[in-house]
């Protein structure tokens, strides 16, 4: 479902001609981790809480990687 929604995702920036930067990506990432896990109390649901911000923090980087690879495919053709 990660797979399936980043990528749903990824083509909608791309269609409103995002560009994917490194840093932003993995900043962004981070942050999100960061957001769920401490800022939205998720340390407060123990183990649960912790997969929860990774897997969001993990479809958040995917996201990015999507974009990515869609950018250089259009870039190649």
Not at 12 to 32: D, H, I, N, Q, T
Not at 62 to 70: D, G, S, W
Request: glycine share 8%; charged share 30%.
């Amino acid at each position: 479902q990660i797979d399936y929604f980043s990528g749903i995702k990824a083509r909608e920036m791309f269609k409103r001609g995002k560009k994917p930067g490194k840093l932003k990506m993995y900043f962004s990432a981070c942050f999100k981790f960061i957001s769920i896990y401490f800022l939205k109390a998720g340390f407060l649901d123990g183990h649960e809480g912790y997969m929860i911000a990774r897997l969001s923090s993990i479809s958040n980087l995917l996201k990015y990687h999507k974009l990515e690879k869609m950018r250089k495919e259009n870039l190649i053709k």
